[in-house]
């Protein structure tokens, strides 16, 4: 399915947002807590849900990550 929709940056501090109304949401098949995969093809912007095996390895390289940083906090937390 495709759906077209012209959307215009609006400001947010020094940065600029796109704001995805809920339609688009909705046919997306995600909500405000889905971790997207924004790429760039040209002068394309691609959006697309992370899959759940990227999901996996985004949330083992979080893991760790903060295991290697907090170890010693983690040890004496243990004790």
Not at 7 to 23: F, M
Not at 38 to 61: C, D, H, M, N, S
Request: proline fraction near 4%.
């Amino acid at each position: 399915m495709r759906a077209a929709m012209i959307k215009k940056l609006s400001r947010q501090g020094n940065s600029s947002a796109l704001i995805i109304d809920r339609a688009l949401m909705e046919l997306m098949e995600i909500d405000s807590d889905t971790p997207l995969n924004v790429t760039v093809e040209g002068r394309r912007l691609i959006i697309e849900p992370l899959t759940p095996a990227q999901r996996k390895v985004k949330f083992r390289e979080a893991l760790k990550k903060t295991s290697t940083r907090n170890a010693e906090l983690f040890r004496r937390l243990a004790k």
